[in-house]
């Protein structure tokens, strides 16, 4: 049998879990997902795992938090005073706001919590500081080329 190689385009079916077994990704109810092998589009450990599969085959890969999204940054964890936000509507735990950072580039913050003169925002991914835990299937091979 046909084995996946870099430079192949494959289909794949996941899913993706944290340690505690909380589902934050998966394929089931859609499509598979193309992936062409190499080119940088899945993290690298998943990239590994599929060079070599087989269709049908299926695999387990962990990707360690600092691979993934990074370790989770409580600095990045920030009080804004309410009087600095737009008055169209009312800040809510678990609304997003994207600001402009000191070198113009922009971050997206979570609402955390709401306070009467202040909200707290947290700037860190939502997986941040989370190891994930991918089951994959190859499910199709398109032969580089």
Same mark, same amino acid.
């Given at each position: 049998?046909?084995?996946?190689?870099?430079?192949?385009?494959?289909?794949?079916?996941?899913?993706?879990?944290?340690?505690?077994?909380?589902?934050?990704?998966?394929?089931?109810?859609?499509?598979?997902?193309? *992936?062409?092998?190499?080119?940088?589009?899945?993290? =690298?450990?998943?990239? +590994?795992?599929?060079? &070599? @599969?087989?269709?049908?085959?299926?695999?387990?890969?962990?990707?360690?938090?600092?691979?993934?999204?990074?370790?989770?940054?409580?600095?990045? *964890?920030?009080?804004?005073?309410?009087?600095?936000? =737009?008055?169209?509507? +009312?800040?809510?735990? &678990? @609304?997003?706001?994207?600001?402009?950072?000191?070198?113009?580039?922009?971050?997206?913050?979570?609402?955390?919590?709401?306070?009467?003169?202040?909200?707290?925002?947290?700037?860190?991914?939502?997986?941040?500081?989370?190891?994930?835990?991918?089951?994959?299937?190859?499910?199709?091979?398109?032969?580089?080329?």
């Amino acid at each position: 049998m046909e084995a996946a190689k870099k430079g192949d385009t494959v289909l794949i079916d996941y899913t993706v879990q944290t340690t505690d077994g909380r589902v934050v990704g998966k394929t089931e109810e859609n499509e598979p997902v193309s *992936v062409t092998i190499g080119s940088a589009e899945i993290f =690298p450990e998943v990239e +590994t795992a599929l060079d &070599g @599969m087989e269709v049908g085959s299926e695999q387990s890969v962990t990707v360690s938090s600092d691979n993934a999204f990074g370790p989770r940054r409580e600095e990045m *964890v920030i009080d804004i005073p309410r009087a600095q936000l =737009p008055n169209d509507n +009312t800040p809510e735990p &678990g @609304m997003t706001l994207a600001a402009q950072q000191q070198d113009g580039s922009t971050v997206n913050l979570t609402i955390i919590a709401v306070n009467d003169e202040t909200i707290t925002a947290d700037g860190n991914h939502p997986l941040a500081g989370e190891d994930l835990h991918f089951g994959v299937k190859l499910v199709e091979i398109k032969p580089a080329a």
